[in-house]
């Protein structure tokens, strides 16, 4: 009997730690500002496919919020499920939906391959073993979306010893082979640093690692600084027959600030089917710069860069294989270089938000954020609208803000 009545009183402390939460919960909620996008042109149905994850400030109060089909949402509005493993990317919230099993545990986009019959994943899981060294295996799924069929395995990491760490930044299915691109720091002598990109190409069949290629390799030493780095993949899952990748070089003064060397630093690009390492030219008479390819967007055919030189931002756009400018459109919102961008490429549109500015904030008072939504052909304005908070507490309404962390457009 005691020990029914002991699971008795556990249950309702659970029902009424539960029932006190969710009540909180709504309080919280309801006391907290709506923003919504109002629309200054075009149609406001362009905006059922964008999502803002953005972060509500108040002095010393912070709070997330998710603006998704002009509705917002905060972290106190979702369930505990959702707040204990947080938002994740819509593309993976797609996968789990559709493949729940074979998606349990991954929730990196970018370790993901997808096409019309195939479901791909590679991931390194790693541990420092007690005499200081890495301990690490490809963890490798496959599965065929007709049957359903799943095919998981893990595999040792060719060359383990020297590895310090290994991130999947690519996976692509090619020749029924999986490739698997990784970004490496390396174990060096004395005081060098080493970090390397490498291609791993995995025999799925047979469970087996192929080859181990070096694509790149960068040994240095401080004050000197070597960085690899991707534009933003808008198809990250998509199948693509080639990546991008910056070599930034630069020193760190011990009497300043960092300083990039214009002149050493160059892009790369790595076919998957010609297997082949080429050197990027973008034409200076286009005005195109490293720079800007850093905070591009690429989509394995085409680069989409972002130039601010002129009096509105221009939407530039690069073929890869030719190594040509293909469009150079004008974008009907003011350059404004005290405000950060945000950009996405998806649905034939070029979705472009504007906020989180250096002068955002006056007198604790927030400047709305901007949205354009245009065609990626023709540059012409398909949405054009700005934030606008619906307050609750109008003593408080001007100490609000919001600080914009990503922007998302679904399919």
Not at 130 to 158: H, R, V, W, Y
Not at 300 to 310: A, E, F, P, V, W
Request: hydrophobic fraction near 35%; charge should be negative.
């Amino acid at each position: 009997m005691k020990r029914y009545l002991c699971s008795i009183i556990i249950g309702m402390v659970v029902i009424l730690s539960i029932g006190t939460y969710y009540v909180k919960v709504a309080s919280s909620a309801s006391s907290l500002p709506k923003y919504t996008f109002k629309t200054l042109e075009g149609s406001d149905k362009e905006l059922d496919p964008v999502i803002i994850n953005a972060t509500l400030e108040n002095g010393s109060f912070y709070e997330s919020l998710t603006f998704e089909s002009n509705t917002t949402t905060y972290a106190s509005e979702r369930s505990y499920l959702e707040n204990l493993y947080g938002r994740q990317d819509h593309q993976i919230e797609r996968l789990v939906k559709e493949h729940r099993a074979f998606m349990r545990g991954k929730d990196s986009i970018s370790s993901l391959y997808e096409d019309d019959d195939f479901l791909a994943y590679a991931w390194v899981n790693s541990d420092i073993t007690n005499n200081g060294k890495m301990d690490a295996e490809f963890d490798i799924g496959l599965l065929e979306k007709k049957d359903e069929e799943e095919t998981s395995f893990q595999i040792e990491l060719p060359d383990q010893e020297r590895i310090m760490n290994a991130d999947v930044r690519d996976v692509q299915l090619v020749h029924s082979k999986l490739q698997v691109l990784t970004m490496n720091d390396v174990n060096s002598s004395d005081d060098k640093q080493t970090k390397e990109v490498h291609l791993y190409t995995i025999d799925l069949a047979n469970k087996k690692v192929l080859s181990d290629k070096t694509l790149l390799s960068e040994t240095f030493t401080y004050p000197n600084q070597v960085d690899f780095e991707m534009p933003i993949d808008i198809a990250p899952s998509q199948p693509n027959n080639m990546v991008l990748i910056s070599v930034i070089k630069g020193v760190n003064h011990e009497d300043g600030p960092y300083e990039e060397k214009l002149n050493e630093s160059k892009l790369l690009s790595y076919n998957y089917e010609t297997e082949k390492v080429e050197t990027v030219k973008l034409p200076k008479r286009e005005s195109l710069s490293l720079g800007m390819v850093e905070s591009g967007y690429v989509d394995g055919k085409n680069l989409y860069l972002i130039d601010k030189k002129s009096d509105n931002y221009r939407i530039k756009m690069f073929d890869l294989s030719s190594q040509t400018l293909t469009n150079d459109m004008e974008l009907d919102l003011a350059v404004n270089k005290k405000e950060q961008n945000f950009a996405a490429i998806k649905n034939g549109r070029v979705y472009f938000l504007l906020g989180n500015g250096v002068d955002q904030m006056d007198n604790l008072t927030y400047k709305p954020a901007k949205l354009l939504i245009a065609d990626i052909k023709t540059g012409k304005t398909l949405y054009k609208g700005e934030s606008v908070m619906q307050a609750t507490n109008k003593k408080n309404s001007r100490k609000f803000g919001i600080f914009i962390d990503e922007l998302e457009v679904k399919q």
